[in-house]
Every structure is written in structure tokens, then in C-alpha cells.
């Protein structure tokens, strides 16, 4: 699908135009959106705008590629990417600009460039081709904050969760969190590095008022990445610290088991010593040498359990371990 937006000399604002009126002298500038093109309109694009092979290329190309800013003749070339709120899957998003024109190409819809849209049919008069591409990159960026803020809500979940009844399913769903940080790294770095060149670049020392707006973009990206870097460490944390619970509660079984089997050797020993098959054994002649020996065995049991309740090998009940809620929103 085609869309046109043109913005006269005289701030009238022209939309849904044919394609060959975009050019005309009366017009100031213009924007052209390729959503979902099929393989007319991208025929159509590549006639008309005449932009790089290489660009082209970019565009077309099915494995999605770094976000990057080239120069051409007489515009900028930017592929950036937004992401898809349920998967975290990384998606292209292109942009030729300059001065006269914008012209985005994107193979999946965009909210971003349909809420731009629609505020340029309302206050076109007022915005520029590099504003409409700030515009588009700055909702692309905020579209990351919620979904890291709800990975800092469920690390908080899981970490309250975590004491001497944890089970495997909390560390499922961690290494799932994990899994996710990863793809948002691999989308926000490249991001951080893009928005740098834009806000920094000399070539684009003509933007200055505009650079000054991506560069609180490229601000928000470092923070991004560092809450993400944050959350990662705090992550690693709670799987130790899981790691460490699991590893505790295994030593306590192994010192109970080990424990018992103790009391219960001197016990063994004595009904094995009396069970063997002589004919004169003179404590078995004793009236009461059945019970005595219980006696005994039963003092022998009590006395070695007192000893290791005493050193503590043999605990009983447990408190849970009180933890701090950790806070990790970057102010």
C-alpha cells in the first residue's frame, strides 16, 4: 500500500495524491509511505525516487539487518528497528530523508508512522521531513520502556518467590527472562550506536535544533540499555542465590541421612554381635538381658542424637530468609 502526504508552499496540506503530483513546484515537502508493499509498489518506488541499489537492497532484503545511517546524494538513508510486543522479534523499518521529502518503507505495520501520520494530516504546517523521522524513532524508542519495566516487575516476583520451597518452574520462567533481555539487547545496542552517529554526525551539522532532539533519544537508549544491563546482573543473582538454596537444602538431606546411618551403626553392630549363632554366649542365659540390651541400644541412640542436634548436623524447622525488594529503576 501507497500513502501521500504533501505540504504546500502555502501550508495547505494534500493527502492520498497520486505519486507524480508529490513533485510538484507548489509543493514544500512531502511524505511517501510504502506499508506492506506489494511487488508493484516496490517496482513503483524504485522508478520513481531512482534511490541507491545498496539502499534498495536494505530495504528488500529478508534477514534484517544492523540499524545504520548512510549519506547519499542529496539524502539520508536510515534502517532502524521496532519490535514486536509479543514475540520481542526485531522488525525493519526504513527511512529516506531530506530536506524535501520523507519516504518510509516497511514490510510489517508500524504504530509509530500511523500515529505520525495522522498528526501531520492534523499540523503538517508546522513539521519537517527530519521531524517526522524524530518523531517515528522517538515512539519507537519509548515503545521499549514498558516491556523492560514489566522484566523488573517479574524479577521482583520471582525473587520474592525464591526461598526453601522454590521450585524449577520459577527458574523456567528466569531463563525465559533472560532469554528476553537478549533480544532486546541485540535491538537496543545497535539502536544506542545508530542514534549516536545521528545526534553526533558533521554531516548533519545543518540539524543542530534537530540533533538536540536525537540526542534525548539516544539518552533514553543508554538508559535502556543500562537497566537492561541492571536487570541482567540482578537476574544472575536470583539463580544463584536459587542455585544456592537447592544446594543447601541437598546438603541438609545428605547430613540427616548421613546422621541416621551413624546412630544406627553402634545398633547394627550390637544386634549383629547377638545374633550370631554360638552356643555359649553367657548374656543370652540372662532373664532380663533382652530388655537390657534395648535399654542400652535405645541410651546409645539418644545420647548420639543429642550430640548432633548439639553440633548442629541435625536442624529441625527452618526460617525463611527475609529479603529486601530490590530496586533497580534508573532515576
Same mark, same amino acid.
Given at each position: 500500500?501507497?500513502?501521500?502526504?504533501?505540504?504546500?508552499?502555502?501550508?495547505?496540506?494534500?493527502?492520498?495524491?497520486?505519486?507524480?503530483?508529490?513533485?510538484?513546484?507548489?509543493?514544500?515537502?512531502?511524505w511517501?509511505?510504502?506499508s506492506e508493499?506489494?511487488?508493484?509498489d516496490?517496482r513503483?518506488?524504485k +522508478?520513481?525516487?531512482?534511490?541507491?541499489?545498496?539502499?534498495?537492497?536494505?530495504?528488500l532484503?529478508?534477514?534484517?539487518? +544492523?540499524?545504520?545511517?548512510d549519506?547519499?546524494?542529496?539524502?539520508i538513508f536510515?534502517?532502524m528497528?521496532a519490535i514486536?510486543r509479543?514475540?520481542?522479534?526485531?522488525?525493519?523499518?526504513?527511512?529516506?530523508?531530506?530536506?524535501? $521529502?520523507?519516504?518510509?518503507?516497511?514490510?510489517?505495520?508500524?504504530?509509530?508512522i500511523?500515529?505520525?501520520?495522522?498528526? !501531520?494530516s492534523?499540523?503538517?504546517?508546522?513539521?519537517?521531513?527530519?521531524?517526522?523521522?524524530h518523531?517515528?524513532?522517538?515512539?519507537?524508542?519509548?515503545?521499549?520502556?514498558p516491556?523492560?519495566?514489566?522484566?523488573?516487575?517479574?524479577?521482583?516476583?520471582?525473587?520474592e518467590?525464591?526461598?526453601?520451597?522454590?521450585?524449577s518452574n520459577l527458574?523456567?520462567?528466569?531463563?525465559?527472562?533472560?532469554?528476553?533481555m537478549?533480544?532486546?539487547?541485540r535491538?537496543l545496542?545497535p539502536?544506542r550506536?545508530?542514534?549516536y552517529?545521528?545526534?553526533?554526525?558533521s554531516?548533519?551539522?545543518?540539524?543542530?535544533e534537530e540533533?538536540?532532539?536525537?540526542n534525548?533519544?539516544?539518552d533514553?537508549?543508554?538508559?535502556?540499555?543500562?537497566?537492561?544491563?541492571?536487570?541482567?546482573?540482578?537476574s544472575?543473582?536470583i539463580?544463584?542465590n536459587y542455585l544456592?538454596?537447592?544446594?543447601?537444602?541437598?546438603?541438609?538431606?545428605?547430613?540427616?541421612?548421613t !546422621?541416621?546411618?551413624?546412630?544406627f551403626?553402634?545398633?547394627?553392630?550390637?544386634?549383629g554381635?547377638y545374633?550370631m549363632?554360638? !552356643?555359649?554366649?553367657?548374656?543370652?542365659?540372662?532373664?532380663?538381658?533382652y530388655?537390657?540390651?534395648l535399654?542400652?541400644?535405645?541410651l546409645?541412640?539418644?545420647?548420639m $542424637?543429642?550430640?548432633? !542436634?548439639?553440633i548442629?548436623?541435625?536442624k529441625?524447622?527452618?526460617?525463611k530468609?527475609?529479603?529486601?525488594?530490590?530496586?533497580?529503576?534508573?532515576?
Amino acid at each position: 500500500m501507497i500513502r501521500t502526504t504533501a505540504i504546500l508552499n502555502n501550508g495547505d496540506i494534500l493527502q492520498d495524491i497520486p505519486l507524480s503530483r508529490v513533485k510538484e513546484d507548489n509543493v514544500k515537502w512531502y511524505w511517501v509511505d510504502f506499508s506492506e508493499p506489494a511487488d508493484k509498489d516496490i517496482r513503483m518506488m524504485k +522508478r520513481f525516487f531512482q534511490f541507491h541499489p545498496l539502499a534498495i537492497e536494505d530495504c528488500l532484503d529478508d534477514f534484517s539487518e +544492523r540499524p545504520k545511517l548512510d549519506f547519499y546524494g542529496g539524502y539520508i538513508f536510515v534502517l532502524m528497528h521496532a519490535i514486536n510486543r509479543h514475540t520481542l522479534d526485531s522488525y525493519e523499518v526504513n527511512l529516506f530523508v531530506n530536506g524535501r $521529502f520523507i519516504v518510509t518503507f516497511h514490510k510489517k505495520p508500524v504504530n509509530q508512522i500511523d500515529h505520525m501520520w495522522k498528526m !501531520v494530516s492534523e499540523e503538517g504546517a508546522q513539521l519537517t521531513p527530519f521531524t517526522i523521522m524524530h518523531g517515528i524513532i522517538d515512539r519507537l524508542v519509548d515503545e521499549y520502556f514498558p516491556l523492560i519495566y514489566s522484566i523488573e516487575d517479574r524479577l521482583n516476583t520471582i525473587e520474592e518467590n525464591t526461598n526453601e520451597e522454590s521450585d524449577s518452574n520459577l527458574m523456567d520462567e528466569l531463563f525465559d527472562i533472560r532469554h528476553e533481555m537478549s533480544k532486546l539487547r541485540r535491538t537496543l545496542i545497535p539502536m544506542r550506536d545508530l542514534l549516536y552517529r545521528i545526534s553526533n554526525s558533521s554531516r548533519l551539522n545543518s540539524l543542530k535544533e534537530e540533533q538536540l532532539y536525537f540526542n534525548d533519544v539516544y539518552d533514553h537508549l543508554i538508559k535502556q540499555v543500562e537497566m537492561l544491563e541492571s536487570y541482567r546482573e540482578f537476574s544472575a543473582d536470583i539463580r544463584d542465590n536459587y542455585l544456592s538454596i537447592n544446594s543447601d537444602k541437598m546438603n541438609n538431606i545428605m547430613m540427616t541421612l548421613t !546422621v541416621i546411618t551413624t546412630i544406627f551403626m553402634p545398633l547394627t553392630f550390637i544386634a549383629g554381635l547377638y545374633g550370631m549363632n554360638f !552356643v555359649y554366649m553367657p548374656e543370652l542365659n540372662e532373664h532380663n538381658g533382652y530388655f537390657v540390651v534395648l535399654t542400652v541400644m535405645a541410651l546409645i541412640a539418644a545420647v548420639m $542424637f543429642g550430640f548432633f !542436634v548439639k553440633i548442629g548436623w541435625l536442624k529441625f524447622g527452618g526460617r525463611k530468609r527475609r529479603r529486601r525488594k530490590r530496586l533497580l529503576k534508573l532515576k
